[in-house]
């Protein structure tokens, strides 16, 4: 029941980015605004959320949330869309509306399914990593046993 309010969360957020940034400024159809949004809601979500947000934390995310959105946008675009003004500028105004709206999405996933995962990516991204140092069992360099070895 969680993951399906995240979708949704993510749903009507895709919905209110595409709305601004294709429908509004640019003629795009409901289909078109309905297709990215179905798209980019679950390809975001496995990607952005499950792989990088819980491997890699919050700005790898946030940054990959950014490119997916924009390059699917561009791609896809180019197919449905007839001007490439209208593919660039509804790209970025639908990443940028859209990578704003999971700054909130990944805070309540933090907050919420990976509690365990963030503290073990705490201590695996630390920069000042306690390194030990291992010793083997002789303390010489040399071997007593067999002195024709040191020379």
Known sequence: MK???????KFVACIIAFTIGLDLFFDA??????TFSLFI?????????R???????RRAAIVADFLLVYISVWIFGSVLLESYIQIGWGSILSAIVITAAEVFVHSYLLRHF???QS???KSAFNPRLAYGTEFAEEQDVFDKKNPEKEK
């Not at 993951?3 to 969360?9: F, H, K, N, P, V």
Request: net charge negative; charged share 15%; no cysteine.
């Open 119 to 121: 503290e073990r990516q």
């Open 41 to 49: 809601t679950i390809v975001s979500y496995i990607v952005g959320d």
């Open 3 to 9: 993951t399906a309010g995240i979708l949704l969360m």
């Open 29 to 34: 159809t409901v289909v078109d605004i309905v």
């Open 114 to 116: 990976f509690t365990n």
């Open 51 to 57: 792989l990088i947000l819980s491997r890699l934390g």
